[in-house]
């Protein structure tokens, strides 16, 4: 039996005009715990007139940014980071967003070990980390409920 080979996981970020959120989104995903070299960074670029593409010539960061040209609102703004993704998983962010250094861990091995096609985070408020914001859903795709 041959090693284990990490899965590449995809990282899909969406900014509008909040460079700075959009920085420290970006060092969260650095300080990940999964394997650096197994993480592709997408920054969607919804509108914001070039702010994404400086924040990431810093060279602080390895993404790549597809600059929208206008406000493509989210769900589109996610499809267009799909097209390009090339990861096994896709995780989704806001640039507002902080991920736990274990999520993508924790995520993928859960992917492993469940039947589900899709996992999210536990996501809490930026402005109070104690007040859970999201603990996602579970729904059955057979019966709808």
């Known amino acids: 039996m041959g090693p284990t080979i990490t899965p590449l996981v995809s990282c899909i970020v969406i900014t509008k005009d909040r460079p700075d959120a959009l920085g420290d989104c970006l060092q969260s995903i650095v300080n990940s715990s999964y394997e650096h070299e197994r993480v592709q960074i997408i920054v969607v670029d919804n509108g914001t007139g070039g702010q994404a593409l400086q924040v990431v010539a810093t060279g602080q960061y390895k993404a790549a940014v597809i600059e929208t040209g206008r ?44 039947q589900v096609g899709i996992l999210a985070p536990v996501c809490y408020f930026q402005n109070d980390r104690e007040r859970i914001a999201s603990s996602g859903v579970r729904i059955d795709l057979w019966s709808g409920t």
């Open 71 to 114: 406000n493509l609102l989210t769900s589109a703004a996610c499809n267009v980071g799909a097209n390009a993704a090339e990861g096994e998983y896709l995780f989704f962010m806001a640039d507002d967003n902080l991920l736990h250094q274990d999520a993508i861990k924790s995520l993928v091995e859960a992917s492993q070990h469940l």
